[in-house]
């Protein structure tokens, strides 16, 4: 099994709907993260996580939400989706305990939103 | 506000040779730097790391820092058509918990 594992991998909905990306992780890394990935684009971050109870924006938060249900799961909202919230999403996770090593990405989940 | 730079490309090498990714950035309080590949629609993938300056080589892979000049680089030897993917720098902030921040990435095509 993946370390940080993304559902649903493709999600195809209509604007105006709600719907949840999910993120779970067995590394036992306390940061998780969410990022968006339009075409040609690099990463941009929508929220970012450093504990539980630790929930902050990135620089493009509007119109996402998030909950961090535990150390291993972070779920992104999208609470009423549009067009331009078209794009790759991706989580990734961190451990502060290790120090300086990087990020590890789930495998993505693709969002259209029609 | 910190940034990382990266020349889009694409960079276009041929099978066999060099091929050289360049990367500035703009925080002097970084500390650790790092190299992903990323195929298209995939996920980014951790393929090197470098804390103090001068050269780490790892295979077919060398990333080089300088601090003074504020550049990471990363030398691919023998490149593949496999080797073919955007490449992301990522660096990290100091005064941010360490968080990375990304540059735009540089598209390498390796031609046969």
């Known amino acids: 099994d993946a370390d940080v594992t993304q559902t649903p991998r493709n999600r195809i909905t209509k604007t105006g709907k709600r719907i949840m990306l999910e993120c779970s992780q067995t590394k036992g890394h306390d940061r998780m993260y969410w990022y968006r990935q339009d075409p040609g684009l690099g990463l941009r971050l929508i929220y970012y996580?450093?504990?539980?109870?630790?929930?902050n924006k990135g620089e493009i938060s509007d119109g996402y939400s998030v909950s961090r249900q535990a150390q291993a799961k972070f779920s992104l909202s999208l609470e009423s989706a549009i067009p331009n919230q078209t794009a790759l999403y991706f989580c990734?996770?961190?451990?502060?305990?290790?120090?300086?090593?990087?990020?590890?990405f789930g495998s993505g989940t693709r969002l259209t939103v029609v | 506000q910190k940034e990382v730079e990266q020349n889009s490309g694409p960079l276009s090498v041929p099978e066999g040779a060099i091929a050289s990714l360049n990367c500035t950035y703009s925080?002097?309080?970084?500390?650790?730097f790092f190299w992903y590949r990323q195929y298209s629609g995939k996920s980014p993938e951790l393929i090197m790391s470098?804390?103090?300056?001068g050269d780490k080589e790892d295979g077919r892979f060398t990333a080089q820092l300088n601090k003074a000049s504020q550049y990471v680089s990363l030398l691919i030897r023998d490149s593949q058509p496999s080797d073919s993917a955007t490449y992301l720098c990522?660096?990290?902030?100091?005064?941010?918990?360490?968080?990375?921040?990304f540059g735009g990435g540089t598209r390498l095509m390796v031609k046969p």
């Open positions: 990522a660096v990290s902030d100091g005064n941010a918990g360490n968080m990375l921040t």
């Open positions: 996580s450093f504990d539980v109870k630790d929930i």
């Open positions: 990734a996770t961190s451990d502060t305990r290790t120090g300086l090593h990087g990020y590890t």
């Open positions: 925080d002097r309080g970084s500390q650790s």
């Open positions: 470098i804390y103090s300056n």
